[in-house]
């Protein structure tokens, strides 16, 4: 692997340039075109599927005939008329169907669907189609399936030292349990695919996908195909948030199977209410654990159970619960631990990547010990942290085996702390709360340590296309995708930076699996990491080339060719990059180029749990103050002070943004976004009348932001940059801390909904703690 190119940010359009993101304007203006604003293809179909009316039972065989009988209708299409293999799972370990095949398993699961001339045929059609179904009686609580030993993997067991002697020989025990309720990825472009049948059993693919192999192989595996056989392309998504790395694929193959079947084009879009019926959402856990610490509060063992809610099949949730796992001791360090994950079966949808993968759940655990620790000691949340903080007096290896660097941990919080001027507002929020009857404010802290690489090693790889042309233009695909994050002018900032160019000769290109093959999604942080390096090497090949034309041509060394400001220069050499474009294809100079891509240094043994997973880690910290209505429950956040090292930023434009939305984000999975399901299984939020997603009026009225100064990352990550797409909504636990500041409670299930809030103010319940002998 190259270094890269080593020089100052650039003024305007290079590395650490503050562009904005490349459709921006386009989003603004309403020209930005995505899946469903594009121009029907002749002979369009549309599809529409038929969900379960319920949450367990035995399937009879569909009587299809009364659809098949409705005007417009091309076809009706079940798990018999599958050519390929009835399953969609993502993972390969596990069995998971397109279609319902005797055996329903959660509410909205897919039984069959419907292909007709106008969507308005096809959802008449659809509704003619009555299921019968003999109830079985459902598992829709993690508790309910924890006590019946309802699993879809073995427990994942993270271990070091003799915890159960640590935790008997602790001065002060503690103990608690919390929940956290799951989160809807809302995207405002729902799931959707165009699928047109080609020549020879060829299938293109238009899906509003992050992951557009994965649709590439879970389509030919419905239709029975080579992977060569299917095109999957994707410009651009209205967004993702961890919704469109799986479930996508299988919206994208059943449009497929529909092609297929019709031999005409089929657009399957899901309705906003049938997309939140159908599709996976952010793992709800139930965290029960037990420590010990000493009388000043350092914590001296740790055993903590993680139960997450996978859902009704495995889907991701390996992969969720692994980070939740790692993570679960955050930036602290524990000598002694056991943290057990269990990943369990209900019957609701199967739950889902989302932002953050596992992590925001898994760093709560901490969060609520430290409260305990608190309670216990009589010292704050925040002195106790700074306690046991890892690095510096404490340890700094995590108990899977990697080491935390301390001194950047320590740097976010003092930052944090001074930016939200910490002392002064304490002393001005305890002088409100002593005189206000019935308003409480709260001040809440967090810190944050995140690993950034997918947690399977081979899924850490990336490969890209860059091609220049004689006028100098060039154009670049690479298989990342682009759902509003920014990751396209990044990638292309650094291409434009390897040929000294200005960005805007960059022409970004929509992800194709033609261009790209085999790609990994574009999830878990990884994007600009891994397809900006890929995309580095590419453009890199190219340039030496040039570099050794212009050497040629001039008669000097290659070393002296520099590439800046559009221009190719070596002393008093000079001609325009185009130029030389133009020369080296009269030379018969290759002016394309593949480039790849793969994390060096990572291992990871998943029955150990023991390994490097992580490429390097992301650091943060972040101070939030609430207002609570104690007559109500009603909150509101009033100011929140982030820091987040994101390294050498490509572009802190495109990072303060990520960091401003993934903390709204975050305060809305824990404040007011609540899943809530019926006796019978049936989800209840389907769509905003019922479901609350954060609006302007949520957000801070001050909002703080700081990228970290002076901290660049580990001289391997692509100019010395950090990820910055998760991490920064796990800075919204603040927010928790807070609420739980203001209202002294003990135990504060999430999300902190109004309801929960003013339980917690009036709750008296027994302590959390003892104190070992009185």
């Known amino acids: 692997m190259n270094a890269p190119l080593s020089r100052p940010p650039s003024s305007h359009t290079g590395m650490g340039a503050a562009l904005r993101q490349d459709s921006a304007l386009k989003h603004a203006t309403g020209e930005a075109r995505f899946a469903d604003d594009l121009a029907e293809p002749p002979g369009l179909l549309h599809a529409v599927l038929v969900l379960s009316p319920q949450a367990h039972g035995v399937l009879a065989p569909l009587d299809l005939a009364?659809?098949?009988?409705?005007?417009?209708?091309?076809?009706?299409?079940?798990?018999?008329?599958?050519?390929?293999?009835?399953?969609?799972?993502?993972?390969?370990?596990?069995?998971?169907s397109l279609f319902a095949d005797g055996l329903v398993e959660h509410w909205g699961q897919p039984l069959?669907?419907?292909?007709?001339?106008?969507?308005?045929?096809?959802?008449?059609?659809?509704?003619?189609?009555?299921?019968?179904?003999?109830?079985?009686?459902?598992?829709?609580?993690?508790a309910e399936a924890l006590e019946a030993n309802s699993l879809l993997l073995p427990p994942m067991v993270m271990q070091r030292g003799d915890w159960q002697a640590a935790l008997d020989a602790a001065p002060i025990a503690l103990h608690g349990e919390f929940r956290c309720g799951g989160q809807e990825?809302?995207?405002?472009?729902?799931?959707?695919?165009?699928?047109?049948?080609?020549?020879?059993?060829d299938m293109a693919v238009l899906s509003s996908t992050q992951h557009p192999t994965e649709v590439q192989h879970i389509a030919a595996r419905i239709l029975g195909r080579d992977y060569s056989r299917i095109s999957v392309?994707?410009?651009?998504?209205?967004?993702?948030?961890?919704?469109?790395?799986?479930?996508?694929?299988?919206?994208?193959?059943?449009?497929?199977?529909?092609?297929?079947?019709?031999?005409?084009?089929?657009?399957?879009?899901?309705?906003?209410?049938?997309?939140?019926?159908?599709?996976?959402?952010?793992?709800?856990?139930?965290?029960?654990?037990?420590?010990?610490?000493?009388a000043a509060g350092r914590l001296l063992a740790l055993d903590a159970t993680l139960a997450a809610d996978g859902g009704s099949t495995l889907d991701l949730s390996g992969g969720v619960l692994m980070r939740a796992v790692t993570h679960a001791l955050n930036a602290v360090d524990v000598p002694a631990v056991r943290v057990t994950g269990l990943a369990c079966k209900t019957n609701t949808v199967s739950h889902t990547a989302f932002r953050g993968f596992g992590g925001p759940q898994g760093v709560l655990l901490m969060e609520d010990v430290l409260h305990a620790a608190s309670r216990a000691t009589g010292r704050s949340v925040e002195d106790l942290r700074e306690h046991n903080l890892a690095g510096g007096p404490n340890g700094s290896e995590t108990p899977y085996g990697q080491h935390l660097e301390g001194d950047l941990i320590r740097r976010v919080w003092a930052e944090a702390k001074t930016l939200s001027e910490w002392d002064a507002?304490?002393?001005?929020?305890?002088?409100?709360?002593?005189?206000?009857?019935?308003?409480?404010?709260?001040?809440?802290?967090?810190?944050?340590?995140?690993?950034i690489s997918f947690g399977i090693v081979a899924m850490n790889q990336a490969g890209a296309l860059v091609s220049v042309y004689t006028d100098g233009s060039i154009r670049l695909n690479h298989g990342g995708t682009e759902m509003g994050q920014g990751l396209f002018i990044k990638v292309a900032q650094v291409v434009a930076d390897v040929f000294g160019v200005g960005v805007e000769r960059i022409r970004i290109t929509a992800t194709s699996t033609d261009e790209v093959p085999n790609t990994s999604p574009t999830a878990a942080s990884t994007g600009s990491d891994l397809n900006g390096w890929a995309a580095h090497a590419a453009a890199g090949s190219i340039r030496a080339r040039m570099a050794a034309a212009a050497a040629a041509l001039w008669g000097v060394a290659e070393g002296d060719i520099a590439f800046a400001g559009g221009e190719?220069?070596?002393?008093?050499?000079?001609?325009?990059?185009?130029?030389?474009?133009h020369h080296c294809w009269a030379q018969r100079i290759s002016l394309s180029a593949t480039g790849f891509y793969k994390t060096p240094d990572l291992s990871w043994d998943p029955v150990a749990m023991r390994g490097h997973p992580f490429f390097y880690f992301s650091y943060g910290a972040s101070v939030a103050e609430v207002l609570v209505d104690t007559l109500t429950g009603e909150h509101?956040?009033?100011?929140?002070?982030?820091?987040?090292?994101c390294g050498r930023s490509l572009n802190p434009a495109i990072d303060l943004g990520q960091i401003e939305g993934a903390f709204v984000q975050g305060l809305g999975w824990l404040t007011c976004e609540e899943l809530w399901w019926d006796a019978a299984g049936r989800l209840r939020t389907l769509g905003p009348s019922t479901y609350k997603i954060p609006g302007s009026r949520d957000v801070p009225p001050v909002m703080n932001t700081r990228l970290l100064a002076g901290a660049p990352a580990r001289a391997d990550t692509i100019f010395r940059s950090k990820a910055v797409g998760e991490p920064p909504l796990m800075l919204a636990t603040a927010v928790w801390n807070a609420l739980r500041d203001a209202t002294g409670a003990a135990r504060l299930d999430l999300p902190a909904t109004p309801e929960r809030v003013l339980q917690a103010w009036h709750a008296t319940g027994p302590g959390t703690a003892h104190r070992r002998g009185g």
């Open 425 to 451: 507002r304490r002393a001005e929020i305890a002088a409100f709360n002593a005189s206000h009857p019935t308003l409480r404010r709260g001040l809440g802290s967090f810190v944050l340590a995140f690993g």
């Open 636 to 645: 509101r956040v009033l100011r929140a002070d982030l820091v987040q090292d």
């Open 66 to 96: 009364p659809a098949r009988a409705m005007p417009g209708v091309a076809a009706v299409l079940g798990p018999r008329d599958i050519p390929g293999r009835n399953d969609i799972s993502p993972s390969g370990r596990a069995r998971e």
């Open 233 to 294: 392309t994707c410009r651009r998504m209205g967004g993702g948030f961890g919704g469109k790395e799986s479930n996508a694929s299988w919206v994208g193959a059943a449009a497929a199977l529909a092609a297929a079947a019709t031999g005409r084009p089929v657009k399957l879009r899901l309705a906003r209410k049938a997309d939140m019926t159908a599709t996976g959402k952010r793992h709800p856990f139930l965290f029960r654990w037990r420590a010990g610490c000493d």
């Open 185 to 201: 990825h809302f995207y405002l472009e729902g799931q959707i695919a165009i699928a047109t049948p080609g020549e020879d059993g």
């Open 568 to 581: 190719v220069s070596a002393g008093n050499h000079r001609m325009g990059f185009g130029e030389l474009a």
């Open 112 to 142: 069959a669907m419907v292909v007709a001339r106008t969507r308005d045929e096809a959802i008449a059609a659809a509704a003619a189609i009555a299921p019968v179904i003999e109830p079985l009686p459902p598992v829709l609580d993690v």
